[in-house]
């Protein structure tokens, strides 16, 4: 086993850091109430978790009620598809056919139930959004659930919310975005946003894992997928998982704090690693747009490589060597088939795909340790 150590597997997870932790440990150590209770100790928690919630409005330009917190992003996803559909009486869904698993296999089990009949947009070739498909969609089912991302996990592609919003809108659609890949990466102006819900998973913007949050806008009437004591405004039954909710709010202050000048490192590291694969792999290709900076997450790069007849070898070399990689999503990494992403898209499966992705903890040395890696896979395979 190589005693270098490369992390690029920031889609997946990232690393936690040091100053969120710092935030939470006196809520592991001193600040110990429920924050249900009304004595000292439970209201000075409450009061912590409050201003974490003004934090995080505040932020995306939200009002405080309009914020939830949650597990992550899989159960806000989860509470916001179900009760959409529920409280607004809706029999059709439009999604995508490369939505993380916790939106289509949401809407597949309603469809399954028969609660909802649903239809998915087409795509182009590098899996972008067909707008006349979604406008024909729309037209032929008006009052529907929309549910498409803001950015897709594992090729990168960012779809156009502006877009999807104003278009839905028309068609007097319900308007929910998975943008668990863009929250504390990417500004978001709500007010100005046309969507009715988003989600947020802290884990994915330097927080903790099992903490996140939805945003559900003012006046929308949907009620509780998780029922208990009343939490959260009645909106999330069960005790405030109170150490994620401070790591939340810290790491997305951090991250709006920082965002400009982490956006261009980043960028930076991606640019770096497509000219090197160009120049050092003649057969090299990327899946989605993710090459394309103007329409794809700085964050996100799908490189399709060389055909080869050993690809399951591929990412347990980059193991042995000390890179953290993937070859699609980690959430579906034990499913027994590939990448619905990438079999959406059509992708050569003679052809390894990797998704490598980034964070301000990389450095060149990571970028230029991998490439050569991959080179050295490759010429062994000649």
Do not use: W
């Amino acid at each position: 086993m190589n005693d270098r150590s490369v992390y690029l597997d920031n889609a997946a997870t990232t690393r936690l850091d040091p100053e969120v932790f710092e935030a939470m440990l006196p809520f592991f150590k001193e600040h110990y109430g429920n924050p249900s209770s009304i004595h000292s100790h439970g209201r000075k928690v409450r009061s912590a978790i409050e201003y974490a919630r003004k934090s995080v409005a505040e932020h995306l330009n939200a009002a405080p009620g309009e914020i939830f917190f949650t597990s992550g992003g899989t159960e806000a996803d989860n509470t916001l598809i179900v009760c959409n559909i529920e409280a607004y009486g809706l029999t059709h869904a439009i999604t995508s056919k490369i939505e993380h698993h916790a939106v289509l296999h949401t809407l597949e089990n309603l469809q399954n139930s028969g609660k909802i009949k649903l239809s998915f947009v087409e795509l182009d070739e590098h899996g972008h959004i067909q707008a006349d498909h979604l406008e024909y969609l729309l037209k032929n089912n008006p009052r529907s659930l929309v549910s498409l991302m803001h950015a897709n996990n594992e090729i990168g592609n960012i779809n156009d919310l502006e877009m999807i919003g104003e278009m839905a809108g028309e068609h007097r659609a319900v308007f929910h975005s998975d943008t668990v890949q863009t929250v504390g990466h990417y500004a978001h102006d709500l007010q100005a946003m046309k969507v009715q819900s988003i989600t947020g998973a802290a884990h994915k913007f330097h927080g903790p894992k099992g903490a996140g949050f939805m945003y559900i806008r003012k006046g929308s009437n949907i009620h509780p997928f998780i029922h208990g004591g009343g939490q959260e405004r009645d909106m999330r039954g069960g005790t405030e998982n109170v150490y994620g909710i401070i790591g939340t709010a810290k790491a997305l202050e951090i991250a709006y704090r920082d965002m400009g000048e982490h956006h261009k490192y980043i960028q930076g590291l991606k640019d770096r690693m497509i000219e090197k694969l160009k120049a050092e792999l003649p057969d090299i290709g990327f899946n989605g747009d993710c090459a394309n900076p103007e329409k794809s997450l700085y964050t996100v790069l799908n490189v399709c490589l060389p055909e080869s007849d050993d690809n399951d070898m591929l990412l347990f070399t980059l193991d042995i060597n000390g890179i953290s990689a993937s070859g699609g999503s980690a959430c579906s990494s034990g499913a027994a088939s590939g990448s619905h992403v990438l079999s959406a898209l059509n992708t050569d499966p003679n052809r390894g795909a990797v998704r490598f992705s980034f964070s301000k903890f990389n450095t060149v040395e990571d970028i230029d340790y991998v490439v050569e890696t991959l080179v050295e896979f490759y010429k062994v395979e000649v």
